[in-house]
């Protein structure tokens, strides 16, 4: 089950139409997972997974996701650019960057 519901986020946050009802869809999910009045124990502990601590997703997935919201390769924003994030959440994940002119964190 958390595997399928890991798999469904997954597959929606890498469209850029789709991120925003991921993220919802993450936000219900962490909700649902405090109500042993609602749902049976197998999907209180699958969706109490979206609360533990995140896996950050791939490098690949962040540098499509910024390219897509700046309009631009990474090599032409940042002069660097760590691959390795400094945290994960249920919605993102941090990386150091450094801009053409000024370092900056990248969320």
Request: charged share 20%; net charge positive; hydrophobic share 45%.
């Amino acid at each position: 089950m958390a595997r399928q519901i890991g798999y469904l986020i997954g597959s929606l946050r890498k469209d850029s139409h789709n991120r925003k009802l991921a993220n919802a869809l993450i936000k219900l999910g962490q909700l649902l997972s405090t109500r042993a009045d609602l749902l049976p124990p197998v999907y209180l502990a699958a969706l109490a997974r979206l609360q533990d601590s995140v896996a950050p997703f791939p490098f690949t997935d962040v540098e499509a996701i910024v390219q897509s919201e700046l309009g631009v390769r990474l090599s032409k924003a940042f002069r660097e650019f760590d691959p390795e994030p400094l945290a994960a959440a249920s919605l993102g994940q941090v990386h150091h960057a450094v801009l053409r002119s000024i370092p900056h964190f990248v969320k």
